[in-house]
């Protein structure tokens, strides 16, 4: 009887580090996945800070990237007015 007793409390103390583990398992995923979250965004916004950038470079350039589908690489000289609206977008 006390071999009975003694296997069921060894059970039970090893049920509970298998939760304590399990919990701390799941903490841990928890929070890379709250920093891939952060990696994505930053990874996002990089991503559309440099598409603005070539954006930009290529309209101060003369070109329109719209047109490049179109096989239309054609250069367009800016004016004072635009290449100052431009200069004004970036700041």
Request: glycine letters at 4%; aromatic letters at 12%.
């Amino acid at each position: 009887m006390n071999y009975i007793v003694g296997f069921i409390f060894i059970a039970l103390i090893g049920c509970i580090f298998e939760q304590h583990r399990r919990i701390h398992y799941l903490v841990k995923r928890n929070i890379e996945q709250e920093n891939l979250k952060v990696i994505q965004e930053h990874r996002y916004d990089t991503l559309k800070h440099l598409t603005n950038m070539l954006d930009n470079t290529l309209k101060a350039l003369g070109y329109d990237y719209r047109q490049f589908d179109k096989n239309n690489f054609t250069k367009h000289e800016l004016t004072p007015e635009q290449i100052q609206q431009l200069w004004q977008s970036q700041q």
